[in-house]
């Protein structure tokens, strides 16, 4: 996506950035989960956002915890931007109404699915 690109990040690794920038120590699972993505996907996005720079992982015990660096707490409002941008574009292609049937038949199709 465009908004993306002048950042170097693909939306998937942003929106996984942006979420342990809004609550660090956040655990794998739980990103997974709040994404909708596989475990394996979340693994293979941290690991470049690790060879980036952006995240650090710590363990404790059984526990992985995911922490934004100060180089990812310093991109946050550029990636907020993107996101505002993002939202801005699809809504110049569809009006408020259809975007907001969209968003409600997305979130219903994915409560069905298991």
């Known amino acids: 996506m465009e908004s993306w ?3 170097g990040l693909a939306p998937s690794h942003a929106y996984l950035l942006m979420l342990v920038l ?3 120590g956040v655990q794998p699972g739980y990103a ?3 994404l909708q993505l596989s475990p394996s ?3 293979r996005l941290l690991e470049k956002l690790e060879e980036k720079k952006l995240v ?3 363990t ?3 526990l992985t915890n995911i ?3 100060p180089k990812a707490k310093e991109l946050y409002p550029q990636m907020k931007n993107c996101t505002r941008e993002f939202q801005e574009k699809y809504q110049s292609l569809i009006n408020e109404e ?3 049937r969209l968003v409600k038949s997305i979130n219903r199709i994915n409560d069905q699915l298991p």
Do not use: D, F, I, Q
């Open 22 to 24: 809004e609550e660090p």
């Open 98 to 100: 259809e975007a907001s």
């Open 5 to 7: 690109k002048k950042l």
């Open 41 to 43: 996907t979340v693994t």
């Open 67 to 69: 922490y934004p660096t």
């Open 32 to 34: 997974a989960e709040e």
């Open 60 to 62: 404790e015990g059984k």
């Open 56 to 58: 650090v992982r710590t």
